[in-house]
């Protein structure tokens, strides 16, 4: 038997495994997330012959489940582990992209098919902006954070670069779980000032990595994807920040949007994405303020925007 059948055989294996003890744990609330994964799993090994993607979607989907829980430690290591066999197996970008790819839909699927997330999603869009002097705060550490993902993406090597944000993923995951579960910590209180009312510590993050993985499956470009870090995390900040502190006219379509935070999204993505990409890089930055001044969005704004962006990037 080849060393690949063995793998996959063993992915295989893991994956049941860790469904099936979980489901005993509580069936009900992993059908939904199963039943995805395992539809995608299926699919990705007809494709690209490979079980790792269904192992990843798998642990990525119970790691979710488990947060803010001390059962999240015993299975996101593993995604860390498995990434770092890949690292050691020297993989190429094609199978680097699916465990990204993997990670990211089984957080997203996990995240979206639990209802205590999808209301945070709610009472986090609604409470936006509720406090001025947070929200430029929040903003200001997202937009520092955007600025050095890019440095590293223009000063590393594409693969270097996807591998090193890829598992850089797993302990801010583990640092965020444990500091919402120690709110009383010194660094626990000022972690936890910066979130929203009623909203878990990192779940915006959790959001926005789970958007980015995605992305950094599925974009070959390091241009789109530095456009789509760019909106991601500066053009949203600056469309926040703008927003609050210009008083201008409410956008018509959205009365929690202004059209300075439009304005604000749009002109400095659009300059950032034409300097790269040309006249497209201003219909990017068009879509991306369209979709961030939207009402009524069932999923976070750091999880659509990178998403869509990405999908689009394979039209254009």
């Known amino acids: 038997m080849e060393l690949l059948e063995i793998l996959n055989l063993v992915a295989l294996a893991s994956s049941l495994l860790f469904m099936a003890v979980t489901a005993v744990i509580d069936a009900r609330r992993f059908a939904v997330s199963y039943a995805i994964v395992s539809i995608l799993g299926i699919i990705f090994y007809f494709m690209f012959l490979t079980a790792m993607p269904f192992l990843v979607m798998v642990l990525s989907a119970i790691s979710v489940k488990f947060l803010y829980s001390r059962i999240f430690y015993y299975f996101t290591p593993a995604l860390l582990i498995i990434g770092i066999a890949l690292i050691v197996m020297r993989v190429d970008l094609l199978i680097w992209g699916l465990f990204d790819l993997s990670i990211g839909i089984g957080t997203a699927t ?18 936006k902006g509720s406090d001025i002097v947070k929200e430029v705060n929040r903003d200001l550490i997202q937009v520092g ?4 993902i890019l440095i590293l993406l223009f000063t590393m090597g594409q693969k270097e ?3 090193t944000l890829s598992l ?3 302990p801010l995951y583990m640092i965020g779980n ?3 579960m120690a709110p009383e910590t010194k660094l626990g209180k000022t972690l936890n000032s910066f979130e929203r009312p009623r909203t878990p510590l990192g779940l915006g993050a959790i959001w926005f990595a789970a958007g980015i993985l995605i992305a950094l499956g599925i974009v070959s470009s390091n241009y789109m994807l530095a456009v789509i870090i760019f909106v991601t995390t500066i053009g949203d900040s600056l469309a926040t920040i703008f927003g609050s502190k210009i008083k201008s006219p409410k956008l018509p379509y959205n009365r929690k949007k202004s059209v300075a935070g439009f304005l604000g999204i749009f002109v400095f993505s659009a300059i950032f994405a034409f300097a790269l990409m040309g006249i497209e890089g201003i219909g990017l930055a068009l879509l991306s303020a369209i979709l961030e001044s939207l009402p009524f969005k069932l999923l976070d704004d750091n999880f659509l925007l990178p998403v869509v962006l990405g999908v689009i990037s394979h039209i254009i």
């Not at 954070?145 to 050095?148: D, K, L, S, T």
């Open 110 to 127: 996990s995240l979206y098919t639990d209802k205590q997330s999808r209301e945070h999603i709610t009472a986090n869009n609604n409470s």
């Open 145 to 148: 954070a955007g600025i050095v």
């Open 161 to 163: 670069f996807r591998m």
């Open 168 to 170: 850089a993923v797993f």
């Open 178 to 180: 444990y500091y919402s």
